[in-house]
Each structure stands twice: as structure tokens, then as C-alpha cells.
């Protein structure tokens, strides 16, 4: 794997402060929605990031904000990684922070079921990898982009945003490039944000919302 390491020891450019009021994840509907509105500047997406909330964007170009309960996340040394995964891990290579703009438009692309990544939000995460704060893993078959997943990096956080694969398995061997760059770096939260029955093949869990909470403070203190 190549540059597995200097993405993560780079220190990130602080933005200016928030300036909204975002309320608390206890005050999330029963889909998991917390609140409307606000922008997607740098300073806005951290503070929601260090306070549990993560953005997706609503009709007419709004901003919705989640805390969805309960929370999915990965344990770090509870990877599920098979026989067949593993044999796969040796067929591509694996790099990050080379093509952080393509992996998300790849994970954009409209064509695909329940699309939700607007140019808004590519344009607001790309200015926040600039800045040191998302990353992206990339795997590749024979030079050519074929998975990779993205997300936000908070000092012993990773919130994973979104994943694609146009080859087998190519997603899930960044999935695992990523978990071992984690552990790597002494992170100690990967947040998936909804579990689904796919993420729980790899090892993901489901965990309350307050018990999510704590994990996050602990990880972002």
C-alpha cells in the first residue's frame, strides 16, 4: 500500500469557527433528523462532526443534519475479513489522497440506487480535503480507479461518508486498507453512520446513541 501514513500525520487547517446554533442529537425525529438548514462551510461540517451530527442533503438544495439512534459503526479489531476478501486484498493497489475528487464523484454517480451526493457537497468536501480534513482510499486494477470510499477524519475519528466499486470486492479491500490505517494511526471510532446488512458482514455493530456519544468524545477530545 502506498502513502499509508503521511495523510494522517499531516496537520489539518483549522477554518474559521461555526457560526450556527446546532441543536443536540437528543433532538433527532424518529428518522434520525435533527435539524434544517445552516450551510456547508468547513467550520459548520467539524462542529457537526465533533458534536455527532453528520449533513445529507433534502429537497431544494437544504441541508438536513442526522443523529441517527442507534449508530453504526466498526470496530477497529472487529473486522470481518474472509478467505476470499483476503485472497482479494492482493489484487489491487491501494493508495489515499490521490484522487479524493474522483472517488467522490464516483460515489455520486447518479446512476447508482439512492444517490444522494450533490456538486454541493462534492465542492464542500473537496475544499475540506484540502484543508487536511477528508480523505479518500482508493483502489486501483491495472491503473484504472475501480473503489474507494471517503470520509472525515477528527483526530481519532474517521466518519465514513460514502464507498463505490465497479470491480468485485474493490470497496471492501479499501474498507480494509482503511481499518488498518486506523489502527495505524491510534484511531479508535469508524462511524458508518446507519448500519445496513451489508456493513454487518464486515463486523459493523449497532450501538445507542448515547453510547455513540461517549465513544466520540473520547475519540475527538
Known sequence: MQGMTGPFQRTPVEPPPNRWHL?????????????????????????????????????????????????????????????????????????????????????????????????PFVEAYTRLHRMGWAHSVEAWRDGELVGGLYGVRIRRLFAGESMFHTATDASKVALVALVELLRQAGATLLDVQWNTDHLTTLGAVSVPRPEYLDLLRAATS
Open 23 to 119: 441543536p443536540a442529537p437528543a433532538a433527532a425525529d424518529e428518522h434520525g433528523l435533527v435539524a434544517v438548514g445552516a450551510d456547508l462551510e468547513p467550520g459548520t461540517l467539524l462542529a457537526a462532526y465533533r458534536a455527532g451530527l453528520f449533513p445529507m442533503p433534502l429537497r431544494g438544495r437544504r441541508v438536513g443534519w442526522w443523529s441517527p439512534d442507534p449508530r453504526g459503526i466498526i470496530p477497529l479489531d472487529g473486522l470481518k475479513v474472509s478467505r476470499s476478501l483476503r485472497k482479494s486484498c492482493t489484487r489491487f493497489d491501494i493508495t489515499v489522497d490521490t484522487a479524493f475528487e474522483r472517488v467522490m464523484r464516483a460515489c455520486a454517480d447518479p446512476h447508482r440506487p439512492h444517490g444522494w451526493i450533490n456538486e
